[in-house]
C-alpha cells in the first residue's frame, strides 16, 4: 500500500502571510491523519482548476484574489456559494472538482458566543461581506449594507438586503456592528465615518471585525463604548474547521478544534 500523503494547498496571491498551512497541519497530525497541506502561489485565477487536477491535490482552500475564478471554473457548487458566487474550498471527487464556501458559516459560528443577535449593520460590500451577509439572511437575522461607495450594492439589493452608501444611510438600531471592509487590516481607519459609528455603537451590544490578530481602530472605539468585542480569528478558525472536515470526512472534535486554533496562533 502507497504511504504517499495526500496533497492539499491554499490558492493565493500573494500567499506568503496564509496561516492556513500550519493550521490544517496541526489538525492533519492529531487526527493521524495522513495529509500534508502546502501553500500555492498562482498567478492567474483561470487556471485554477487544471492545476488543481494537474497537481492531483486532495483539496484546496482558495484566497484573494481567485474565490470567483474558483466558484466560475469549478465542475460542482454546493450550498450557499451558489448564491455568494466565490468559493473558498475545493474537494477532488473521483477527478472532479467540489466547491463550496466555507466563510459563511464560520462567520455564523464565530457569533455565537455573542448570543441572541436579531439585527446586524455590516460595513463593506466587498466579498466577505457577501458571504456573511446571505449567511445571516438564511439565519433570519436582519441585516443592512453600508459602504463607502454605491458601485458594489447592487447584489444585496438584489437578494432584496438594504444597502447604502454613507451618505444616503439613515441611522437605526442594530444588536450587532460587524467591519468587513479592510479598513484597519494595515492602517488606522476606521470603515466608516466617525459620527455614523458613534451613533450605531451607542444603541449595539456587540462588534465583530472581520480583521484578526490586531486591534483594530474599529474595535478600539466599540471597546471604548462598553461593547462585547471580537476580532476575526475564530471566523478563519471556524472556515478553516469546516474545510477540514470536507478533506477529510471526520467531523472535528473538541481536541481537533484545539489543535487547530494553536496552529493558527503558532502555539
Ligand atoms: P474586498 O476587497 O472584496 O472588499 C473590501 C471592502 O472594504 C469594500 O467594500 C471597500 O469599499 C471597503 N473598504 C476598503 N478600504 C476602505 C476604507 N479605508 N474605508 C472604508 N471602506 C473601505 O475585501 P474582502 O471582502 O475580501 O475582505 C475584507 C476584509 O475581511 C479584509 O480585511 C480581510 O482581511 C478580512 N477577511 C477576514 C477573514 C477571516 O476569516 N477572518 C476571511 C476573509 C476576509 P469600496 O467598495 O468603496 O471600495
Same mark, same amino acid.
Request: glycine share 12%; aromatic share 4%; proline share 9%.
Given at each position: 500500500m502507497s504511504n504517499k500523503k495526500e496533497e492539499f494547498v491554499i490558492f493565493g =496571491? @500573494?500567499? %506568503?502571510?496564509?496561516k492556513s498551512p500550519q493550521m490544517h497541519n496541526a489538525g492533519f497530525e492529531n487526527l493521524k491523519y495522513n495529509g500534508i497541506y502546502k501553500k500555492h502561489l498562482l498567478e #492567474? *485565477?483561470?487556471t485554477i482548476k487544471d492545476v488543481f487536477l494537474q497537481n492531483n491535490y486532495k483539496g484546496a482552500n482558495i484566497t484573494v484574489p481567485h474565490k470567483e475564478f474558483a466558484y466560475k471554473n469549478a465542475d460542482e457548487v454546493r450550498g450557499l456559494a451558489n448564491e455568494i458566487k466565490a468559493v473558498n474550498t475545493y474537494i477532488n471527487k473521483n477527478g472532479k472538482t467540489i466547491a463550496y464556501n466555507t466563510d459563511a458559516p464560520g462567520f455564523l459560528h464565530a457569533i %455565537?458566543?455573542?448570543? =441572541?443577535? $436579531?439585527s446586524v449593520l455590516l460595513l463593506g460590500a466587498g466579498g466577505t461581506a457577501k458571504a456573511i451577509s446571505l449567511a445571516l439572511q438564511q439565519s433570519n437575522i436582519e441585516v443592512t449594507v453600508l459602504n463607502?461607495?454605491? *458601485? $458594489?450594492l447592487e447584489f444585496f439589493k438584489k437578494h432584496n438586503l438594504k444597502a447604502s452608501t454613507w451618505e444616503e444611510f439613515e441611522i437605526k438600531e442594530y444588536d450587532l456592528i460587524v467591519n468587513s471592509t479592510s479598513?484597519? /487590516? $494595515? #492602517? %488606522?481607519? /476606521? @470603515?466608516? @465615518?466617525e459620527q455614523i459609528l458613534n451613533e450605531v455603537l451607542k444603541n449595539a451590544k456587540f462588534a465583530f471585525d472581520c480583521v484578526y490578530g490586531r486591534m483594530t481602530p474599529f474595535l478600539n472605539l466599540a471597546k471604548e463604548k462598553g461593547l462585547e468585542i471580537k476580532d476575526g480569528e475564530d471566523m478563519l478558525l471556524y472556515q478553516g474547521v469546516l474545510a477540514f472536515e470536507l478533506f477529510t470526512g471526520v467531523k472535528a472534535d473538541n481536541k481537533v478544534l484545539e489543535a487547530m486554533r494553536k496552529g493558527l496562533k503558532g502555539e
Open positions: =496571491n @500573494p500567499v %506568503e502571510h496564509s #492567474d *485565477g483561470n %455565537e458566543s455573542f448570543g =441572541n443577535v $436579531k463607502r461607495s454605491e *458601485g $458594489k479598513a484597519g /487590516l $494595515k #492602517d %488606522e481607519l /476606521l @470603515p466608516c @465615518p
